[in-house]
């Protein structure tokens, strides 16, 4: 029986070392574990048939969460939204809490926690000019606070990327409050 081990020991290797020729080229398997593929950063693609157009969304689609505001970014379509823009939330669903985070995040450092336009950057004199929410000449309304949000006016910009739908309609309401502490 130790022979016959032996034996097939012997013949495996034989046949092992019989068939490697020196002149033969070896097979490798998976070659790209070697030598990977180097891609660069912005080249182009053969993976789509059209090259990028796949990654692109369809042609009139939305992004959930996102719905069209259809007033323009023009001085007429401010006064628009100033005469006919509503909210659309419940009073119910007004949290003021959440306004007020959102606010002092990204409209106190202007104009002011209180709202009296005398923010950090006006004290430090950075920006000049924001107004108060309660001077006299400033008619501000529900349409006039989102409209501004959504496309920016004068030196200040656009917090549309920055804030949801609902996000800014619960701004629009801590600034009626505001307005409504201030005449007070």
Not at 65 to 87: F, Q, R
Not at 126 to 145: E, N, Q
């Amino acid at each position: 029986m130790k022979t016959f081990k032996l034996t097939v020991v012997f013949v495996m290797l034989l046949s092992i070392v019989s068939c490697n020729k020196k002149s033969r080229r070896n097979y490798q398997y998976m070659p790209n574990m070697y030598q990977s593929v180097g891609y660069e950063t912005y080249q182009g693609s053969d993976a789509f048939k059209n090259g990028v157009e796949a990654q692109l969304p369809v042609e009139g689609t939305l992004p959930r969460g996102y719905s069209l505001y259809e007033i323009e970014d023009t001085n007429e379509g401010y006064e628009l939204a100033k005469a006919t823009l509503t909210s659309p939330i419940d009073s119910t669903a007004i949290d003021y809490n959440t306004g007020k985070a959102l606010y002092d995040i990204y409209c106190g450092i202007c104009h002011g926690n209180k709202g009296d336009g005398k923010g950090k950057l006006v004290q430090r004199e950075k920006i000049l000019g924001v107004p108060s929410y309660d001077d006299a000449g400033r008619a501000i309304t529900t349409g006039s606070i989102y409209h501004v949000i959504q496309y920016g006016k004068n030196t200040m910009g656009s917090y549309a990327n920055q804030l949801s739908e609902d996000e800014r309609w619960q701004v629009v309401a801590y600034v009626e409050k505001l307005k409504a502490d201030l005449e007070k």
